[in-house]
């Protein structure tokens, strides 16, 4: 796996922004950034990801256009906006909810990835190593966040966000500390050769996470005219970027 210089970094946000203005502008002033639409779509995160780790196996080729980063996230949304479409089309013809074919064809998507991955999984115990370090820090996070401003991180949606990015750190701290994996990103990389562990990962993405989240929730509650889709697809997107590497770097030492 190679390093992701700053070159890229730049490159990747600006087809984020692009993807995430599109996005504004065109889908979700048809459709509500809503429960329905995460039935939807999640499907699609986890083609995203499952389509990533099987190229890491070598099931399919390491491509930027369309099986790792950026053209993975590329290939997720563009499946997700054909299932939507046509999901659209079938509740103008029949009335069935726009998100039933979308959440059909993604799950059984999804199946198809998760056949062709199980031969290469050679030790599936040590994906819940991680799982269940982020779940029990997840819980204290939740435990202790009883005063009135930290509050706010017991809210569902920004505990399954903490949590996401609870478990990239500690799949990161797992896979480098005892299988010898490598840190793709710059500044993490910079940080754990200072610590001498990986395991400031852990810290470090919880520190991250409850700041972002801190800010966000405090820029919703301040604004006078407040834009939900924006607030929705910021949390949303947060979401995406630590579950996908989270569940990607989770389940690589089960090849060994």
Do not use: C
């Not at 990389?189 to 395991?199: H, M, P, S, T, V």
Request: glycine letters at 8%.
């Amino acid at each position: 796996m190679g390093y992701y210089s700053i070159q890229d970094y730049v490159v990747y946000i600006l087809i984020l922004i692009v993807i995430l203005w599109l996005l504004y502008k065109y889908l979700f002033a048809r459709i509500k950034l809503d429960r329905d639409f995460l039935l939807a779509s999640m499907p699609y995160v986890l083609v995203g990801i499952l389509v990533r780790v099987l190229a890491d196996a070598g099931v399919f080729p390491r491509s930027q256009w369309w099986s790792i980063t950026p053209g993975i996230y590329v290939l997720a949304i563009g499946a997700g906006l054909v299932a939507l479409a046509m999901g659209i089309l079938l509740r103008r013809l029949s009335g069935v909810g726009y998100w039933v074919f979308p959440l059909i064809a993604g799950v059984l998507a999804d199946g198809i990835l998760i056949y062709h991955l199980i031969p290469h999984i050679k030790n599936p115990l040590v994906i819940l190593y991680p799982v269940a370090i982020a779940a029990f820090l997840t819980g204290i996070v939740y435990l202790v966040s009883s005063t009135p401003k930290t509050g706010i991180f017991r809210k569902p949606d920004n505990i399954a966000i903490i949590f996401a990015h609870l478990l990239d750190g500690s799949a990161s701290f797992y896979g480098i500390e005892y299988y010898g994996f490598l840190e793709e990103h710059l500044l993490p990389r910079l940080l754990i050769d200072f610590a001498g562990n990986a395991i400031i990962m852990i810290p470090l993405k919880l520190l991250v996470i409850l700041i972002v989240l801190y800010l966000l929730e405090s820029w919703y509650l301040e604004e006078e005219i407040k834009d939900e889709t924006v607030y929705k697809m910021l949390k949303l997107v947060i979401l995406i970027l630590g579950i996908g590497p989270g569940l990607r770097n989770s389940i690589l030492p089960s090849f060994q």
